[in-house]
Structure formats: C-alpha cells, structure tokens
C-alpha cells in the first residue's frame, strides 16, 4: 500500500469511528436504527428492500471498520469452559516460569513456530510406553530426557528432583488405572490453553495431562484459556459485529471459545438426527446461514453443499469452515440459480421457503425449483403464519397446506411431523420423504 492509500484507508476508518461514537451517544437510536436497518423499512416498500439488500450484499465488510468496546470479545468470551479432548492437537514448549509473560504476548507472536504434536512430545511417548506398553518410568528411553532438564535445576510439571518426579508419575499411574472413579473437575489439575490465529487449541502447561486423558477414554477436560492470540481475537471481534447488525446470530456456533448467543441450539440438529432413516448419503441445505447443519451431518458422514445467497454469511461460513477442518462445498447464490447438482438423499429447507411465499415471483420459482429437484427426504421447518413478517405476503399458508404445497410441486409424497417447536419457538419440523 502506498502513503495516498494508507492516509485514505486511515481517514475512512476514522470517520467511521467518529461516525458511530455519536451514534452510540444517543440512547436507543442504535438498536432502533439497526432494527429499522435490518428488517422494517424493508417490509414496507419492497423496492427499498430489493436496493439495501443490493447495497448490504456488496459492501457488508463496511461494518467490519466499525470500532467499539460492544465488539470487545473479552466481554463474551469466557475463560475456563470444559473441551473436547480431540481438539487439542499440539503442545507450545514453554516453561511455567514463562507462563505469566506468555499471557501477556504481542501480536507479532506466531505460535506455529513452536508447535509439536502431542503425541510427539516426550510427556506422551513416556506416558503411552508406561500405560500401553507396560515398561518401568526409569526403562523409558525418553524418562532420562526429564531427568537431564531436572539436573539443570529447572522444574518438570512441578517438581524439583527426580524423587519428585517419580511421585507425579506415579500419581499419574494412579488416575490412569482408576479414571473410572475420578472427577475430572476435581482431581485433575486445570489445563492451561491458547488459542492460535486459526482457531487451534494450544497446551501451554498440562502436558502429562492432556497426554493422559488422550491414551484414557476420557472425551473432555476442563481447560483455562490463558492467551489467544491477536488475530483470533479479530476474527471474534469481527464476528461480534457481523452479529449485532443481523440482531442475533442464528445459529449456535460449533468452535467452543465462539459461545455467542444464538436464536436457535442444537435441539434441531438432535431432533432430526433422531428422524434420520440413513446414515450417509449427499445432503443440501438450503439458505445455510453459517452451515451449522453441514458441520453436523459432515460429522455423520454425509456430504453436505451450503447453497447460501449472501456474502457475509458465506465469508463467516468459509472462515468457520476452515477452522474446523471440514470439507462441504459453499455455493454462493440463490437456490433458484443452482444448477450443478440437483440430485441429493436429504433436503433441508428450515426456515427458508417462507421468505418466498412474500412475493410473486419468488412463489413461482419455488414451484419451479421444487419441480427440478430429486431428492428422498427433506426435513421442511416452516415458519408460523401469524408472524408479523408474512403480513403483506403473496400467499401465507398454515403449516399443513405448506407441507402439501411442497407434496404437490416435489417428486415427494408422504409426510410426519416429528416435532411441534424448538428452542421455545412455535415453528415445527417436518419429515416430508417417498
Ligand atoms: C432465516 S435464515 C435460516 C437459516 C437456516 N436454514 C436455519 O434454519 O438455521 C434464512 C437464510 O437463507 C438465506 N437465503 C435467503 N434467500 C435465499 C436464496 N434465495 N437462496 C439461498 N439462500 C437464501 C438467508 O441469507 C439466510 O441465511
């Protein structure tokens, strides 16, 4: 970047910044307005709609510039919550003395750089050779290693000498053979974490317990994040933001140190794993939002598509994607311009189809998508006919002549209701299959 893009980049960011602190200074007109931004005026005169939405899709990053203590993720974000054991994977080699510090670090700091496996280190390979193999502490090749550091003086997990030492393990020896009868919360030492700029859980001190819980059955472990680092907290900050212009994330989050409210919990994940007639297959889910339900059913083995239509969705839904590792396909467009695949097991159409029941001519490309579709089975959550939203609609159904429109337009036929309402809204979810 050159000094004449840099002095604009920085002016931008700074009306904006000056912008929004007096926006902020006047009580209520933030929540108003957003209100009135997001969802009113666009009910009222839909060409309005049609151009914001037009004018949203292409500069939604604007928000992003928006600076604000109400985006201070330290303010959601909570420290001590209980992990899954599978999403630790490396160890950062640091010492306890430097503990204090590291909680402290710059944002220049790449913990990549000093990253090992877990099952690399010499905490997991003493562990693993004494609890699988079933060889003596002092018989282990790598036990020497701990006690040449302990000849320096310097401490391991605690202890000061080799007599020490021998304790520790031994108590590990003693969790390991009773993990039956211990509480996790209790006897076991509280595992200190970090988090890197790609959202990856790192153990900063707890080694010898995070190797144990690894070669045990345990699945989760009580984990004290003590650094994240500064893009991470970028990312959550940006998300805060991307959150409080859509006035509540939809979906709950899946990566643990996410734990932002969202409308909707994993009730409807549950609820249709429970409807599932197979365990494997293609799945589309239609107006994916995040695609919560392709992590998921990626989970279960299906192979998911997320066809989403709006841009900031689908960037928050690519980031999340990668940090999770998962593979589904993000196609971003509208559902009625899907033409490369049309053909799948299980359909999800929750909270989706209404929106096209508001105008005409969404109505008649629903038809014409349904007529395109093949598909076995589509789990349909419809939405409840006296909401505000459908007051101008072009047809508004009740939720039974909903399901018989999609009968009567799909290749499907049969129909069960297999909830009434979830997370405490009256929209119910049906099983509409061959
Ligand atoms: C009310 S949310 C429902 C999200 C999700 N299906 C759920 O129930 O958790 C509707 C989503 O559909 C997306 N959407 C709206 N119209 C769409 C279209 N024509 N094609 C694809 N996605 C669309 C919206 O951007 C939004 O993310």
Same mark, same amino acid.
């Given at each position: 970047m050159n000094d004449k893009q840099n002095f604009i980049s920085k002016m931008k960011g700074k009306t904006i910044r000056v912008f929004w602190y007096f926006f902020t200074k006047v009580p209520k007109l933030k929540t108003t307005l957003f209100r009135f931004y997001a969802w009113r005026i666009f009910e009222i005169v839909p060409y309005f709609k049609k151009l914001i939405y037009k004018f949203y899709d292409k500069?939604?990053? !604007?928000?992003?510039?928006i600076d604000n203590?109400?985006?201070?993720p330290s303010n959601y974000q909570i420290d001590k919550y209980s992990l899954e054991?599978?999403?630790?994977?490396f160890a950062i080699?640091?010492?306890?003395?430097s503990l204090k510090h590291l909680s402290n670090?710059?944002?220049?700091?790449?913990?990549s750089e000093n990253l090992t496996n877990i099952k690399d280190t010499n905490e997991y390979i003493l562990l693993e050779n004494h609890f699988l193999?079933?060889?003596r502490w002092k018989d282990i090749d790598v036990y020497s290693d701990f006690v040449k550091v302990l000849s320096t003086n310097k401490k391991v997990s605690g202890c000061s000498n080799e007599v020490e030492f021998l304790k520790y393990l031994d108590s590990l020896d003693e969790i390991f053979q009773n993990f039956d009868r211990i509480d996790i919360n209790k006897d076991i030492a509280k595992i200190k974490v970090g988090i890197d700029r790609n959202g990856r859980f790192l153990v900063f001190d707890g080694l010898f317990i995070v190797s144990l819980l690894k070669l045990s059955d345990f699945k989760t472990a009580p984990v004290e994040v003590i650094n994240r680092h500064p893009l991470w907290i970028k990312f959550s900050s940006d998300f805060l933001k991307f959150q409080s212009v859509h006035g509540e994330l939809y979906q709950p989050l !899946?990566?643990?140190?996410?734990s932002f409210e969202s409308s909707y919990t994993d009730q409807r994940f549950l609820i249709i794993q429970e409807n599932?007639? !197979?365990?494997?297959g293609t799945l589309l889910d239609i107006?994916?939002?995040?695609?919560y339900f392709c992590h998921k059913f990626e989970d279960l083995g299906f192979n998911c598509y997320a066809v989403e239509i709006r841009p900031s969705n689908v960037h928050y839904m690519k980031k999340l994607r990668d940090i999770e590792g998962k593979k589904f396909k993000i196609i971003n467009k509208s559902i009625f311009d899907l033409k490369e695949k049309l053909d799948f097991d299980i359909v999800l159409a929750l909270?989706?189809?209404?929106?096209?029941?508001?105008e005409k001519e969404l109505y008649q490309n629903l038809i014409a998508f349904l007529g395109r579709l093949k598909l076995k089975t589509m789990y349909f959550q419809p939405h409840?006919?006296?909401?505000?939203?459908?007051?101008?609609?072009y047809v508004n159904y009740d939720n039974e002549q909903f399901v018989r429109f999609i009968i009567k337009n799909s290749c499907l036929n049969k129909f069960e209701?297999?909830?009434?309402?979830?997370?405490?809204?009256s929209r119910p979810i049906y099983k509409i299959f061959k």
């Open positions: 500069f939604w990053y !604007i928000e992003l510039l203590k109400d985006f201070d054991i599978s999403r630790i994977k080699h640091i010492r306890q003395t670090i710059d944002s220049n700091w790449d913990f193999k079933k060889l !899946i990566h643990p140190d996410l599932l007639a !197979i365990n494997n107006g994916a939002n995040l695609a909270n989706i189809f209404h929106h096209f029941l508001r409840d006919p006296s909401e505000n939203i459908m007051r101008n609609a209701l297999i909830n009434k309402q979830s997370d405490g809204r």
